[in-house]
T-cell receptor
C-alpha cells in the first residue's frame, strides 16, 4: 500500500532563513502531490499542488519541487517568519480515485525571531 | 460563507455511550469526508461520501457509521464508544472535479472516551 514519510522531528530555524521540509513516498506513482498547513487546534489548509510533469512550483515565498524518480517532494519557505510556524502536511491522491487523499503525519516547523 | 463547520468542538464520553458528530458545508461541494487524527499519525479516512444519499468506507471505518441525507450535511456516529476512539475528528469537503483537488477542512472535534 502507499506510504508517505515526513520527518517526525520538528524543524527549528531562525527568522529570515529558508525552511526545507521533505516528503517521501513509496509504492506509488501519484499524478500530483499536495501540501497543507495545519495550525494547532485547527484543520489543515491547502497551500499548493504540484503535478507529476512539473518539476517546481512557486507561490509567493513557497516553493515546491517534485522528483518522481526519487519519489520525493521538497517544500521550501524562503525568508521565513515566526508566523510560518505550523505543521506542514504532505498529501497524495489515493490509488482508488482522485477524491480520496492520503496524508503524511506532518512536520512541525518552528521559526524563531 | 462559513465554509465547513463541525459540532460539537469538544466532547467527553464514557465507554459504551453513543454520539453523533455533525458536519455542515455551505460551498455546495459534492464530496465530503470524515478523518481522525492521532498524535504521530497522518489524517486517516474513516468514511466518505461522493454525493447526497451515498457513503463509502475509508481506511478505518470500524466502530463508526455515517449518513448524508442532505448535500450540505455529513454525520458521523459512534454507536458504542471505546477508548481507542479518543481522537480529533475532522470533516472535509471538496468539489467533484477541480484543478487542484483541494479539500476544505472544518475546525475539528476533540473527543475523549473514558
Amino acid at each position: 500500500s502507499q506510504k508517505i514519510e515526513q520527518n517526525s522531528e520538528a524543524l527549528n530555524i531562525q527568522e529570515g532563513k529558508t525552511a526545507t521540509l521533505t516528503c517521501n513516498y513509496t509504492n506509488y506513482s501519484p499524478a500530483y502531490l499536495q501540501w497543507y498547513r495545519q495550525d494547532p487546534g485547527r484543520g489543515p489548509v491547502f497551500l499548493l499542488l504540484i503535478r507529476e510533469n512539473e518539476k517546481e512550483k512557486r507561490k509567493e515565498r513557497l516553493k515546491v519541487t517534485f522528483d518522481t524518480t526519487l519519489k520525493q517532494s521538497l517544500f521550501h519557505i524562503t525568508a521565513s517568519q515566526p508566523a510560518d510556524s505550523a505543521t506542514y502536511l504532505c498529501a497524495l491522491p489515493g490509488d482508488t480515485g482522485g477524491f480520496k487523499t492520503i496524508f503524511g503525519a506532518g512536520t512541525r516547523l518552528f521559526v524563531k525571531a | 460563507n462559513a465554509g465547513v463547520t463541525q459540532t460539537p468542538k469538544f466532547r467527553v464520553l464514557k465507554t459504551g455511550q453513543s454520539m453523533t458528530l455533525l458536519c455542515a458545508q455551505d460551498m455546495n461541494h459534492e464530496y465530503m469526508y470524515w478523518y481522525r487524527q492521532d498524535p504521530g499519525m497522518g489524517l486517516r479516512l474513516i468514511h466518505y461520501s461522493v454525493g447526497e444519499g451515498t457513503t463509502a468506507k475509508g481506511e478505518v471505518p470500524d466502530g463508526y457509521n455515517v449518513s448524508r441525507l442532505k448535500k450540505q450535511n455529513f454525520l458521523l456516529g459512534l454507536e458504542s464508544a471505546a477508548p481507542s476512539q479518543t481522537s480529533v475528528y475532522f470533516c472535509a469537503s471538496s468539489w467533484r472535479t477541480r484543478a487542484n483537488n483541494e479539500q476544505f477542512f472544518g475546525p475539528g472535534t476533540r473527543l475523549t472516551v473514558l
